[in-house]
């Protein structure tokens, strides 16, 4: 009987170029062959069955090649390379730390390093899951690792970084493996099935994929155990699903169907199928969270390339998600994650999954709802015309005296029409709109009064304009009534009445008229400064303070 040898030997990888999903490194390791630019120590982290081992073994067996070829691979065919395939070099040594990890072990490791290679030109020593080392065997070995011979070079391999002496880090060479991608994986295993002979269907060499969590060998394993089972060597979907013990998706696009309808009912027979099937409720709501989370993605044209799905199955998210708004996908994503944090604190998980189920199915009537008395509160434009009415301010004349500047204005009160598209001094061009001269001059002049801040912040004509600290402005046709909070700031504008009157007639047809006054609670609470003052004030809030400094005869300084 032949003996079998499982595909992750098989069809491990023997040169950099059929490493997959690790570019970014088999290309960088290649440079540094071909420059002959090769650190002493490297450090391959990452997780498991990502092809660190692998393109450990590739490394030391190309940089004792005789030939090496211009794209920095072995050539394959030489001595160094023909012992490296029979297992028989000895210039390769492999090391497992988790079971020679104490300083004796290391002790024999450096004892081996002062040997130089009989033939060839280093020797490679590599250490694989190096994070299981002692603290004593990481000190034993950092002076042979800081200064080895030339020959020698270390290749570090582990799956925990963060388990390393900070010091074996800063004397390495660090590179990082990523997960592989589903979709490499996915046309790895394609490439293995028709190598072997075996028919398969995409959709379950993706789910194999997706199982293996970006790990090459993990998915290699499960490829071997499900050609196994099929008699007739073909993998489909439904022997995956089956094999891995994985929920269907279409029980998720179930699902999501009864949600949108609102059947609880449906939802809970539902779940109920899935829980005698002997799936758990808590791997349930994770799929189906990741489910909301492809429906939420597909809504958006420009992000359904990040679906990892066949062509068939991204068609039938772009439909189901067509049914209802973005909004809604991220409430029953939301809801699917708060069911997920609760679940393992829950002491009956079934109800605590049908109640989010509930929910879920009463979201999409309860949002129908509110949009539905949205609609009836708004009220119908298309019916309705509208009238607007510019607001104007109450004048308050009777309340403050004012006192007139030197502004004239000549005011024209006359009501005249305006037509689509003209526009009087100081405004912006009306649409369609008809309104009485005196609205329209009023609405100018406020924005008027804008254009003329701005073009005396451009023109760093002052620095403040004293009409921008008026305190209380009303307006009437043409007039003006400006409040100040103080006499200070009123002489402050009538000193900027030549720079209004000058930007007005050069810029309108007309000149406003202000009024101006100073209130007068204003002008009580000013505050006195000198000492003279500061009696004065303190005399009429004490009369008989008066009299004492009468009969003594005192004056304030």
Known sequence: MQSFVVSARKYRPATFETVVGQAHITTTLKNAIKTQHLAQAFLFCGPRGVGKTTCARILAKTINCETIQEDGEACGKCKSCESYQNNNSFNIHELDAASNNSVDDIRNLNEQVRVPPQYGTYKVYIIDEVHMLSTAAFNAFLKTLEEPPKYAIFILATTEKHKILPTILSRCQIFDFNRIKISDISSQLQKVAVSEGIEYEEEGLRVIAQKADGGMRDALSMFDMISTFSPDRRISYAQVITNLHILDSDYYFKVTDFILQGQSNNLLLLFDEVLQKGFDG????????????????????????????????????????????????????????????????????????????????????????????????????????????????????????????????????????????????????????SISKKELRAYGLLKAKEDYL????????????????????????????????NPLTLENFLSEQNIIFSYFRAHFDTIPQFETMVSELAKESIRPYSNPEKFNFLTKKYPKLGEIRAKLGLEPS
């Open 454 to 485: 701005q073009w005396l912040k451009d023109e760093q004509k002052l620095p403040v304009s004293a009409w921008k600290l008026a305190g209380n402005e009303n307006i009437d046709d043409l007039t003006v009534f400006l409040g100040f909070s």
């Open 282 to 433: 808590h791997l349930f709501i994770l799929g189906l969270a990741n489910h909301f989370r492809d429906l939420l993605v597909a809504t958006d044209p420009s992000t359904v390339q990040l679906i990892e799905a066949s062509e068939e199955k991204i068609n039938t998210y772009l439909n189901q998600a067509s049914k209802s708004s973005p909004g809604f996908y991220l409430n029953l994503l939301n809801q699917a994650s708060i069911a997920d944090l609760n679940f393992k604190t829950s002491k009956n998980p079934r109800l605590h999954v049908e109640l989010s189920l509930l929910k879920m199915a009463n979201l999409h009537q309860a949002i129908s709802n509110l949009e539905s008395e949205k609609k009836k509160s708004e009220p119908n434009l298309t019916e309705e015309k509208v009238q607007f009415k510019i607001p104007q301010p109450a004048l308050v004349k009777d309340a403050f005296k004012f006192e007139k500047s030197s502004f004239k204005s000549t005011p024209n009160i006359s009501t005249v029409p305006v037509k689509v598209g003209e526009t009087t001094p100081g405004e912006n061009k009306i649409e369609d709109v």
